[in-house]
């Protein structure tokens, strides 16, 4: 087995131990000791949540106090103290319904979202950075001044343009590549620090 291969193996056998639902849970961790974006309390929205597995690292974080809200256009197995909707994130409306389920605006805003793959590079890089402009007009209307925001992006000519888009909106916006990825994916995360609260319902 490649030293690749054997890494994705790993992820998979650690999920399945810990009970995540996915290996994705091991990048948002990873994503959390760098940055600290989840604490106690918050309110948070994760978008493109299936199978549910950054629901669970979210959910553990909050606490109590804290709300997690999942959106996907897929069904998700129900998941303790988790809100789920199905959803679009290209729909223009979903903003105003999330914010209605969350009763305030978030803290943080997380974006895993991936469009189903045709292999052709570009085309691709292209999709999936339209979905993820989406999510990204969507984290404006419903994150607090000052709030945080993971955005995964598949990495191609235009991804320094969504960068760039990104800072006119947050304060700090940093390209974080997880060990947790595969080395051959194009994806990348744009962890979004410091929301300037601008566009807010
Ligand atoms: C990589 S998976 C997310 C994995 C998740 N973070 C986890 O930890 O389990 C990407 C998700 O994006 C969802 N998705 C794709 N297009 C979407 C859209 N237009 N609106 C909402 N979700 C979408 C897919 O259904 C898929 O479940």
């Given at each position: 087995m490649r030293l690749q291969e054997a890494k994705y193996e790993l992820y998979r056998r650690l999920a399945k131990e810990r009970g995540y639902r996915s290996r994705a849970a091991f990048k948002l961790m990873e994503i959390n000791r760098s940055y600290h974006i989840i604490r106690r309390g918050m309110y948070i929205v994760d978008l493109g949540c299936a199978p549910g597995g950054w629901l669970q690292v979210g959910k553990k974080f909050v606490g109590g106090y804290g709300k997690v809200l999942g959106v996907d256009i897929y069904p998700v197995e129900p998941l303790l103290n988790v809100q789920i909707i199905k959803g679009d994130v290209n729909d223009t409306s979903l903003a105003e319904k999330i914010r209605e389920l969350m009763g305030r605006n978030v803290n943080l805003v997380?974006?895993?979202?991936?469009?189903?793959?045709?292999?052709?590079?570009?085309?691709?890089?292209?999709?999936?950075?339209?979905?993820?402009?989406?999510?990204?007009?969507?984290?404006?209307?419903?994150?607090?001044?000052?709030?945080?925001?993971?955005?995964?992006?598949?990495?191609?000519?235009?991804?320094?343009?969504?960068?760039?888009?990104?800072?006119?909106?947050?304060?700090?916006?940093?390209?974080?590549?997880?060990?947790?990825?595969?080395?051959?994916?194009?994806?990348?995360?744009?962890?979004?620090?410091?929301?300037?609260?601008?566009?807010?319902?």
């Open positions: 997380l974006s895993d979202i991936a469009p189903n793959i045709t292999g052709v590079w570009q085309l691709d890089h292209i999709k999936q950075l339209s979905m993820t402009e989406n999510a990204a007009t969507i984290a404006y209307k419903i994150l607090t001044r000052n709030g945080n925001a993971v955005f995964k992006a598949f990495e191609g000519n235009m991804l320094n343009e969504l960068r760039d888009r990104l800072k006119v909106k947050f304060n700090n916006v940093r390209f974080y590549k997880p060990r947790a990825s595969r080395k051959a994916s194009s994806e990348i995360y744009l962890v979004c620090l410091g929301y300037k609260g601008s566009e807010q319902i």
